[in-house]
């Protein structure tokens, strides 16, 4: 009975491997930085903790532009519309939950506008609203790379006023496939316990 019990407890763990809800984004809500910035401010920076500046500078804001609780984002234009990424580690065949708080600053679909990469999938939005917006989407991931990078771009008017983004979430709410050689050991673990036990009787 008890080598049942922990063949079964094996077999739990294993088929629920990679299940978790952990956030693969680091430093998503943009707080991780060696900076400390007033609220009501801004700066213009050429690193970004956890994020690769592929337009040599992003720039960050504090409690501005309908951001009323005293936390970082980034503005997707600069001086020109930037593109910031970073490498995430994905499961082919698993589906994948994005979410982020979005604001048009300017409030124009010609200025405002941005656009998430993310292997083959791709999410844009130049959504209009006086407030900040959670907007949230999923996806399966069909590549075969167990790394992809993750991007953000503005794609709006190289104006200067672009997409205000914060708290960047990406979790995997599907269960990791479980490798053949995986339920070949369960089955094995399951038969032999059957046999010891018939042998028994």
Same mark, same amino acid.
């Given at each position: 009975?008890?080598?049942?019990?922990?063949?079964?407890?094996?077999? #739990?763990?294993?088929?629920?491997? +990679?299940?978790?809800?952990?956030?693969?984004? @680091?430093?998503?809500?943009?707080?991780?930085?060696?900076?400390?910035?007033?609220?009501?401010?801004?700066?213009?920076?050429?690193?970004?903790? +956890?994020?690769?500046?592929?337009?040599?500078?992003?720039?960050?804001?504090?409690?501005?532009?309908?951001?009323?609780?005293?936390?970082?984002?980034?503005?997707?234009?600069?001086?020109?519309?930037?593109?910031?990424?970073?490498?995430?580690?994905?499961?082919?065949?698993?589906?994948?939950?994005?979410?982020?708080?979005?604001?048009?600053?300017?409030?124009? @679909?010609?200025?405002?506008?941005?656009? #998430?990469?993310?292997?083959?999938?791709?999410?844009?939005?130049?959504?209009?609203?006086?407030?900040? @917006?959670?907007?949230?989407? &999923?996806?399966?991931?069909?590549?075969?790379?167990?790394?992809?990078?993750?991007?953000?771009?503005?794609?709006?008017?190289?104006? &200067?006023?672009?997409?205000? #983004?914060?708290?960047?979430?990406?979790?995997?709410?599907?269960?990791?496939?479980?490798?053949?050689?995986?339920?070949?050991?369960?089955?094995?673990?399951?038969?032999?316990?059957?046999?010891?036990?018939?042998?028994?009787?």
């Amino acid at each position: 009975m008890k080598r049942l019990t922990l063949a079964l407890f094996l077999l #739990v763990l294993l088929c629920g491997a +990679g299940s978790a809800q952990a956030n693969l984004i @680091t430093n998503g809500d943009f707080e991780t930085t060696p900076w400390n910035l007033n609220n009501g401010s801004w700066t213009i920076y050429s690193t970004l903790q +956890g994020w690769n500046l592929y337009s040599g500078e992003v720039e960050v804001q504090k409690g501005m532009f309908g951001n009323s609780n005293p936390t970082n984002y980034v503005e997707l234009d600069a001086n020109k519309n930037i593109r910031i990424g970073q490498s995430v580690n994905l499961t082919t065949g698993a589906t994948y939950q994005l979410s982020f708080d979005y604001f048009n600053r300017q409030q124009s @679909t010609t200025s405002g506008s941005m656009q #998430v990469l993310i292997g083959d999938y791709s999410y844009e939005t130049s959504a209009l609203g006086t407030q900040w @917006t959670t907007l949230t989407t &999923s996806f399966v991931y069909k590549g075969s790379s167990p790394s992809e990078i993750l991007y953000l771009l503005g794609t709006g008017k190289s104006d &200067s006023y672009g997409a205000l #983004v914060d708290n960047i979430s990406l979790l995997q709410t599907s269960p990791t496939p479980v490798p053949g050689a995986v339920w070949l050991l369960g089955s094995a673990l399951v038969g032999l316990i059957g046999f010891k036990r018939k042998r028994k009787a």
